[in-house]
C-alpha cells in the first residue's frame, strides 16, 4: 500500500531539516548525503525517493534558509537602530542549528561563510543568489533609517551600497575564521571586533548603542 501524499511531505521535510542543519554547519564539501539521512534517522536509500541529487537537496535547503529568514527580518519592524542591531547579533552567531521549538531555519549567512570558494557551478550560483539578496537587505534597512529624522546613522545615502557590501564582508569573513578557531575566547573576540567595526561602518561608534 502506497504511502498517503501528506507522509511523503513530511518524510521530505524532515530530510531538509537534517540537510539544512548539517549544510549550515559544515558546507556542501563536507556533508554526505549519508551523513544527511543518518541525521533524518532514515536509511540511505530513502533519499533518492525526494531528491534527485546532493545539489538538488542542497539547492532545497539554501532556498529555505534564504526565504524564511528574509521573511523574518522584512517583517521585523518599526525601522529602528536597536533593530539593525539585533539582525546583525543575530547574524554573527556560530550556532547556527535548526531548532525544532521555534522552527527557525539556519540563517542563509551560515552557508555563504561555510562555502566560500566553492568550485561546484550550483553551490556558487546559489552563494551569489544569497550574497545579493542579504545586500539587499541592509541597503533597504539602511536606506529607511537614515530617512528617518531621528536617525542616529552618520552616513550618506550615496554611499549604502558600499556600506552594505562591507558590512556583509565583517559578517561572512568573522563567521568563517570563527569557524575554524578551537579557542572559545578567541572565537568570541573575532565576533565581538566584528560587530564593533560594523559600529564603525555605520558612523555609531561613540553613540550610546543599544544592548
Known sequence: MPYPRQHKAKIKQRILQSATDLFARYG???VSITEVMKCAKMTHGA???HFSSKEALYRESFGAALKRSRAARLMKGPF???NLMDLVGGYLK???SYDDE???APNAEAFLSNDIGNSNQEVKKLYEQSYLSLLKI???RLKALTRLKSSPLQICETTIPEKSRAILACMVGALAIAKTINLEREREAILVAAQNQIFVILGLQGEALPS
Open 28 to 30: 556542501f564539501d563536507r
Open 47 to 49: 533519499f533518492y525517493t
Open 80 to 82: 529602528s537602530i536597536k
Open 94 to 96: 556560530l550556532d547556527n
Open 102 to 104: 521555534t522552527l527557525a
Open 138 to 140: 541592509f541597503e533597504t
